[in-house]
């Protein structure tokens, strides 16, 4: 299936693994690759500049196909060394870089080195503005995903099509996509690939405790809480004890100060090396309800290319 997406980045299928912090590590990435996909190695996952080095060459060892790096520019609890990580990156050789938050130091960095930089966003005007800024395409997120969906609560039955309807570059749809309907959905919403998170999470690949994944599959897709809402940097997370304490806190007017302690990064972390489900949050998206198994890669990509055909071929009965 060729779309702007497997044309610009070089995959056969317009199937993304984007950046999950913890989870983005070489074995899932490579699995996504030699499926056919693009995988992204989550940069900030990696405690330093050099061990992203390390786990670009890592990666390389495990595939030879196309991958990228996640370089995320978010408001962190820690400060981090952002700009020593988008170094490393370029000092790697890598052609593919996923961007979250304001883009404007990513382009200045990466375009100079002809790298493709894909730019994530929750709204339609914050496209347009990467778009203007020299982007080459965008992962367009919508109320349903995992991690940051934004503020403006818009679902990607409407925020796809507004977006293709305002872009020019290429677009990936993102939030609730994990089987071959939802692949179809999007192109016909003027996409040109989906992304998958949760999905990935529930993967044999996936460098994560079992508990985690099995919980995915067992959710339906009500199993999710919005956290950060008091402070208009909303998150979408796995329901659990510490997502409910957090919404507690926050309902009772508390501070981040107050809720900091429960949301830190590292307790995410133990979640997913431990299967311990209430350590610390962690992010999951509505695409839990859709999710029934644990498949490897390969297969789990394979088989959403032959349900797309299978849709694809549906649709021309019902129309023709």
């Known amino acids: 299936m060729k779309t702007k997406l497997t044309e610009l980045v070089g995959v056969e299928h317009p199937i993304v693994q984007g950046g999950m ?10 699995a996504v690759a030699n499926a056919g996909g693009l995988g992204f190695i989550t940069a900030l996952t990696q405690p330093s500049p050099e061990a992203l080095g390390r786990e670009i060459a890592r990666c390389r060892e495990m595939t030879d196909k196309p991958f990228g790096v996640n370089v995320t520019n978010l408001p962190t609890i820690n400060a981090t060394p952002l700009a020593e990580y988008r170094q490393a990156v370029i000092e ?22 002809g790298v493709t930089i894909i730019h994530k966003c ?26 940051r969906p934004g503020d403006d609560d818009v679902p990607g039955l409407v925020l796809i099509p507004a977006a293709a309807d305002a872009l020019t570059i290429p677009i990936i ?16 919403l003027g996409a040109h690939g989906i992304n998958m998170g949760t999905r990935f999470l529930a993967t044999k690949e996936a460098p994560i405790h079992e508990n985690v994944k099995r919980r995915i599959v067992e959710n339906d897709e009500r199993e999710t809480d919005l956290v950060y809402r008091p402070f208009r940097n909303t998150a979408r997370v796995a329901r659990n004890a510490i997502s409910r304490e957090v919404l507690e806190i926050q309902a009772g007017g508390g501070s981040f100060e107050d809720i900091k302690h429960l949301v830190a990064g590292s ?8 299967g311990d489900l209430d350590a610390g949050i962690w992010s999951a998206s509505l695409a839990q309800g859709i999710i029934h198994d644990i498949p490897d890669c390969h297969t789990l990509i394979t088989r959403i290319m032959a349900e797309a055909e299978a849709v694809t071929e549906r649709l021309r009965g019902f129309v023709g």
């Open 92 to 113: 790697a050789g890598v052609r593919i870089v996923e961007t979250v938050g304001r883009p404007e130091e990513a382009v200045a960095e990466f375009k100079p080195h």
């Open 173 to 188: 749809a993102s939030g609730g996509f994990a089987d071959g309907r939802g692949l179809v959905a999007a192109l016909a």
């Open 122 to 147: 929750v709204a339609v005007r914050h496209a347009l503005k990467a778009e203007k800024l020299g982007v080459d395409a965008v992962s367009i997120d919508g109320f349903e995903c995992a991690g």
């Open 21 to 30: 912090q913890w989870v983005g590590r070489a074995e899932l990435v490579s």
């Open 267 to 274: 307790r995410g972390r133990i979640v997913y090396e431990t």
